[in-house]
């Protein structure tokens, strides 16, 4: 089946959180709409670009692309923006069953609210392996009042000029600013006349199993969410399945997706608060609330606010809670299993970083910056010069102490652009470190576009080669956004089998604004013709219009 979409997209004033700023819509609507395929279906967005004055893509986030790198939607890497009122035309396969999003990836636009939901189903006349009633989605994401060019020209100003803290959570787009409908807060109780910052409510029948596909697509926040009198059962990590295990509370980063089963066992008329809370930073956003409202006895649901407090979040600090969640992710029975051995090691060292002052992030010392053609096409093309031809490291050397700030913060920038052997196995050892400042060391969830990985093991302080003995080759879990822990190292091993250039990068909107993040090249002799809308600027522009002049 083939669902084709015409699609607008455009800013507009919107109050998530009932203050109102400029957000960027799609056809009118704030998040975008959600796209529902099944496995195998092919997927058409003609994508017009409304923005008065800037150029926009579209990153279909968990998709692979595999045959259409050109369609990953991200700017300067796979395509060129699409230039305002021009159109592009994304056609790919939604290659796998899973809960997936899209967002946008120039700029720092997926902060603008440029997101929704792709859910894909398991193909035609399969059936779904996991047993449930109904689902309900909960989209999720974190509200900034600053626009986004505030934003950006701070983090790239001297002196430095951080975001801060969001303002407010959303859920599905809506949330509560500088107020709580949860009578235990020491803040101002919210105005529930005012609709359209009312909490979520999801309704639900008593005695019944919900799949819950869960989505965070934050700027900054890593998050925790739980249900009141509810456990949940993990079944699905970025679109694959896992070994099901249950849990009071879940932790979930920017980029990852999950799937948790509950059962609606509590009294028949009842309802319960869904809290969400900022985890890994010091919070100063109140939690995002949302109602699970059973249908009573006379067919209504209860719209009252639950009389219990709200579940709260773990203390944002408490790395040992994330880290048990986290390592209890592991696959289910019939997921591929890793190749025994690596044909490549790269380790990546995260660290932050001065350039004349400016604040960056680097990896192994070098800050990612975007070359003006994008990469997909100067590659396929052969075009000279079209970006610094530097190699970057496979390695930061042995005498780094991540448990310390740089001795030398001083860092390059630089394309980072790793030509990766067609069909290689490659491993990589994401590895944390000190910040700038002492006794910091943050959460970073990376996002590899193209492939899924096995995430193979964490470990705390500095990797070491001898660790390789203790990699999970046994039931590894695939994914395509792992974190790495303050102070600690995470591995991943993937299969470099998808034609096409891939962003790797920290999913965090600000850091990748700052360089956090790499290019994986692969097979790019094998990439067929490049669609002519995809490389219309700079260089191969350039080279489209001398083939036809
Ligand atoms: O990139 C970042 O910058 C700030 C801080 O380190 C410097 O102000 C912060 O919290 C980040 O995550």
Known sequence: ET????????????????????VMAINGQFPGPTIHAKAGDTVVVELKNSLPTEGVVIHWHGI??????WADGTALISQCPIKPDETFVYKFQADKAGTYFYHGHYGMQRAAGLYGLL???????????????????????????????TQMVGLSSKPFRWIGEPQSLLINGGGQ?????????????????????????????????????????????????????????????????????????MDIYSGESYSALITTDQHVSSNHWISVGVRGRQPKTPPALAILSYLNNNSQYQLELPKATPPITPLWNDYAHSKSFSYKILAAKDTPKPPKRADRLIQLLNTQNKIDGFIKWSLNNVSMVLPPTPYLGSLRYSLKGAFDQKKPRDW????????????????????????????????????NANALAENVSEIHPWHLHG??????????????????????????????????????????????????????????????????????????????EIPKDAISCGKTAKMLMNNHG
């Open 3 to 22: 669902h084709h979409l015409h699609w607008e997209v455009s800013y507009m004033f919107a109050s998530p959180d009932c203050q109102e700023k400029l």
């Open 64 to 69: 692979k692309q595999i045959g259409t790198p």
């Open 119 to 149: 859910i894909v189903d398991v193909k035609e006349g399969e059936k779904e392996k996991i047993k449930y009633d109904g689902e309900i989605n909960m989209l999720l994401s974190d509200w900034y009042h600053q626009d986004i060019y």
């Open 177 to 249: 600013f500088n107020c709580s409908l949860a009578t235990n807060q020491g803040i101002n109780k919210c105005n529930m006349e005012n609709m359209q910052c009312a909490p979520m409510v999801l309704q639900v029948l008593p005695n019944k199993t919900y799949r819950l596909r869960i989505i965070s697509t934050t700027s900054l926040s890593s998050l925790n969410l739980a249900i009141g009198n509810h456990k949940m059962t993990i079944v699905e990590a970025d679109g694959n399945y896992v070994d099901p295990f249950t849990v009071d509370d």
């Open 396 to 431: 930061f050397g042995a005498n780094y102490n991540v448990m310390k700030p740089p001795i030398n913060p001083n860092t390059t920038t630089g394309s980072n652009l790793y030509e990766i052997k067609f069909n290689s196995t490659v491993d990589i050892i994401l590895q």
């Open 451 to 528: 492939h899924d990985f096995w995430v193979l093991g964490y470990g705390e302080g500095l990797f070491r080669k001898k660790d390789v003995s203790r990699f999970n080759l046994k039931n590894a879990p695939l994914r395509n956004t792992a974190v790495i822990f303050p102070y600690g190292w995470t591995a991943i091993r993937f299969v470099a089998d998808n034609p096409g250039v891939w962003a790797f990068h920290c999913h965090i909107e600000p850091h990748l604004h700052m360089g956090m993040g790499v290019i994986l090249a692969e097979g790019i002799e094998l990439v067929k």
